[in-house]
């Protein structure tokens, strides 16, 4: 396999490598991702659970507070992971961005939990815990997912300046709406429904919409909180589009090369029940040689920050990709 | 059972003449609660149907957006045409009041459609026309539902000034999340499973969570589009907590008085399934004594504003309890 990866045009390994070393010979041993990504979590995980409310007034609203928190509990928090690295790569600090992260992973969340439902996606397993409705139902779930989507946007309203909060809130409900992640809902539902073979730029619509929307609205909401200018939320925004299709892309070629143990889930299930993904469509050499052009994007967009600074988001990057190559 | 009525300390319905005859005095022929209803109910309908974004890109998001328009096409408006009448009402037009109008709509439509959905009241109808996800499959229910939802924030964010719009968002993310809305329809779920009659205390949670709150923030939304000053704010939040628990009660008392023709629906069901109502709790007459009391109060409440430019509100409680208690 690694003859293979080398042997393309565009190797993304190879091409990453370079990337994530020349940033790293500047200041050897100056960043540790997993460090970074560890302390992150830490932050997060603590302020969230602060920004729930506590169940109120009557027991019966106990579980629909315990169900917010357990979903909350099962997240990667990236969103809000990459809302804070934005906002700090723009001269911000973790401060400035908290509000906005716990409101973008609330949201984020809340579309989980909306995902998992029977009626949707079905599913049992959510980082190998019961997804929320096997855990507590699904009346509490379909509550729990709508009240943790509105907390996202009081908690915006709470915690910013008037014209900053209602710049945040008009960037996540695009991002989220009817012409933003449930677009995409609805296209890859539609493409379930029937069953058949897609056309790649029908896939490239569900990816940019299911999982860049969000991802760019959180860079952009971290990057509001910095004070950052139009123009690095811009290319924050071209960053975060790119990279959620390269994570897309990358996961569907994981699908494909990854042992059922290395993925946690089992293995090859794409090709065997005919779901199309960029591997299944156009092989898994092509697929990387994607992956290897949008990893040159993704740099590029963020070319306009200070290399030092933006090594939170080229990591990032590099952690999607290695986990899909590494090894083999 | 006029007989009754009439025989009542507190008698609604002669009270509730008293009310609005002391107003109508002043200005006799001044004011037509139906005319003011439908011209409302019209503008609205237009502004709303422009206030949807096209279906976009895909083909399969047409299904999405129409979903959205054909819930939207079920309500009464009711949400919309207060906001419409606190914003007048505190001197601010109609069309300060309408992008308010508009979002708190797509927000009460949000939470109608995802109370109808099978795993909670599990109903068929709605307004005599098929429910959202018997119309289109729930998959399609549940995204309409959260777009409607996200909608309505954004709709707030486009159209009011920063910190206008993030007011505006706080007052309805509280009324609609998990210790407002949310919390009533847990509380209420659970009065469901567990099967039991329930205090009065409880009923009256229900009540002031699942209606009152959105009414309360609706008004509230109209007002601050109008420019009120905090006291009148507070006055009109007041004047919704008060509505909403009168409603509900009218609508208990409702079921135990009116005919199945009369109500579009079986009549008696509430005892018949041994479900917790006012009436059921405390008999029609305790609970047209509350009712007098409650119009008393929320008359005291609207006792702030002129009476001839508080009409088109106090015509509403009108409505509401001659809706209950006419042709009897």
């Known amino acids: 396999m690694n003859k293979q990866i080398s042997g393309l045009v565009f190797s993304p390994r190879v091409q990453?490598?370079?990337?994530?070393?020349?940033?790293?010979?500047?200041?050897?041993?100056?960043?540790?991702?997993?460090?970074?990504v560890k302390s992150k979590f830490k932050a997060v995980s603590i302020?969230?659970?602060?920004?729930?409310?506590?169940?109120?007034?009557?027991?019966?609203?106990?579980?629909?507070?315990?169900?917010?928190?357990?979903?909350?509990?099962?997240?990667?928090?990236?969103?809000?992971?990459?809302c804070i690295?934005?906002?700090?790569?723009?001269?911000?600090?973790?401060?400035?961005?908290?509000?906005g992260a716990c409101a973008v992973e609330m949201i984020k969340t809340s579309t989980c939990?909306?995902?998992?439902?029977p009626s949707i996606d079905n599913a049992e397993l959510r980082d190998g815990k019961p997804t929320v409705h096997c855990a507590f139902g699904i009346p509490t779930a379909l509550f729990a997912g709508t009240a943790l989507l509105?907390?996202?946007?009081?908690?915006l309203a709470a915690h910013y300046r008037g014209d900053t909060a209602a710049r945040m809130v008009g960037e996540v409900s695009r991002a989220v709406g009817s012409t933003g992640l449930l677009a995409g809902q609805a296209v890859d539902m539609g493409i379930q429904n029937a069953g058949r073979a897609v056309e790649l730029e029908t896939l490239e619509f569900v990816h940019l919409h299911k999982t860049s929307a969000l991802l760019e609205?959180?860079?952009?909401?971290?990057?509001i909180a910095g004070g950052a200018s139009d123009q690095?939320?811009?290319?924050?925004?071209?960053?975060?589009?790119?990279?959620?299709?390269?994570?897309q892309i990358v996961d569907d070629i994981a699908d494909a090369t990854k042992t059922t143990e290395e993925l946690g889930k089992v293995a090859g299930q794409d090709a065997m029940t005919g779901k199309s993904t960029y591997s299944t469509i156009l092989g898994v050499d092509k697929s990387r040689e994607i992956v290897?052009?949008?990893?040159?994007e993704a740099k590029e967009r963020l070319g306009v920050f200070e290399e030092t600074k933006a090594l939170p988001l080229i990591h990032l990057m590099d952690h999607f990709v290695n986990w899909a190559y590494d090894r083999r």
């Open 16 to 36: 990453y490598r370079r990337i994530a070393t020349s940033a790293s010979s500047t200041k050897p041993n100056k960043f540790d991702y997993d460090l970074y």
């Open 47 to 82: 302020s969230i659970q602060h920004a729930l409310p506590p169940p109120f007034k009557r027991p019966e609203t106990l579980q629909l507070h315990e169900a917010m928190r357990y979903a909350l509990s099962q997240g990667r928090l990236m969103c809000a992971i990459v």
């Open 85 to 99: 690295a934005a906002c700090e790569l723009v001269g911000g600090s973790q401060d400035d961005a908290m509000p």
């Open 113 to 117: 939990v909306q995902d998992d439902l």
């Open 150 to 155: 509105v907390l996202g946007f009081e908690h």
């Open 217 to 223: 609205a959180s860079l952009v909401i971290g990057a």
């Open 232 to 247: 690095d939320i811009e290319a924050l925004r071209a960053y975060g589009r790119v990279t959620g299709l390269l994570y």
């Open 292 to 296: 290897g052009q949008l990893l040159v």
